[in-house]
């Protein structure tokens, strides 16, 4: 089957993280098969997602019977219960589930889960923690960080790239920073270009390596 065009989408454990994930999806067009073994949390899904079931998702016949193999993408998003992630994500990837993301909550947890061959793994405490001592340090409005040493920034601009067009103030060579999008206050981002002029008090979103963007955060 083309995995690119199936929509279909089973998201395994309905706590806080797997409800927005699924939610999210919904709104999104996508079909969306939830399976929790928790029935006030399945009655709570019933009319929101596609179809919803009551099962225990470490129970390899429960998985077979849902055809879970047949799903280009599936989401194992149990938590707190390390081993019951563990045994369905062994499942599902024997199983065949093309396209495996797994949740952890430790990083202990997360090394077992890619050791298993999840496809992708996931520490969403971590992860926004680091993100958010981004922002409650500095200026930084948002920070994406992306696993090659390489990050997105949202900052208030510094002085020393106002005033002119962008391509006068030497910011790639000055900071190996790049802006990408500029934002006057109430209105929306444009992409910057050489010709752009930031002016002080706008927003900018630039890219670079993780420290580079870092250090250009810092300045005022
Ligand atoms: P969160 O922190 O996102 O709320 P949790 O780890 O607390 O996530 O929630 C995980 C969900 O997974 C719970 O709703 C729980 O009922 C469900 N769950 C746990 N074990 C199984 C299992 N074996 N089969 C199906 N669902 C499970």
Redesign the pocket.
């Known amino acids: 089957a083309e995995t690119g065009h199936d929509q279909r989408i089973a998201v395994?454990?309905?706590?806080?993280?797997?409800?927005?994930l699924a939610e999210e999806l919904m709104r999104r067009g996508w079909e969306v098969l939830g399976?929790?073994?928790?029935e006030r949390?399945v009655q709570q899904h019933r009319d929101t997602l596609t179809q919803v079931v009551l099962?225990?998702?470490?129970?390899e016949e429960v998985l077979g019977q849902l055809a879970l193999h047949e799903f280009p993408r599936a989401v194992v998003?149990?938590?707190?219960?390390v081993e019951?992630?563990i045994?369905?994500t062994s499942n599902l990837l024997e199983a065949g589930v093309p396209n495996l993301w797994a949740?952890a909550?430790s990083r202990q947890h997360g090394k077992i889960l890619e050791r298993l061959g999840a496809h992708h793994v996931i520490l969403?405490e971590h992860e926004m923690g680091e993100r958010v001592a981004h922002l409650v340090t500095g200026r930084m409005l948002n920070f994406i960080e992306f696993d090659d040493d390489y990050a997105l920034v949202k900052t208030v601009a510094p002085e020393s790239v106002t005033g002119m067009p962008l391509r006068e103030s030497g910011v790639r060579a000055r900071h190996g920073v790049t802006v990408v999008g500029v934002k006057r206050p109430g209105e929306q981002f444009t992409h910057a270009t050489a010709e752009t002029e930031v002016r002080p008090g706008d927003v900018i979103v630039v890219t670079g390596r993780t420290s580079a963007v870092e250090s250009f955060a810092e300045l005022t």
């Open positions: 395994i454990g309905l706590g806080r993280f797997g409800t927005s399976i929790d073994s928790d949390l099962a225990d998702a470490t129970d998003a149990i938590g707190s219960h019951a992630s045994l369905t949740k909550i969403p």
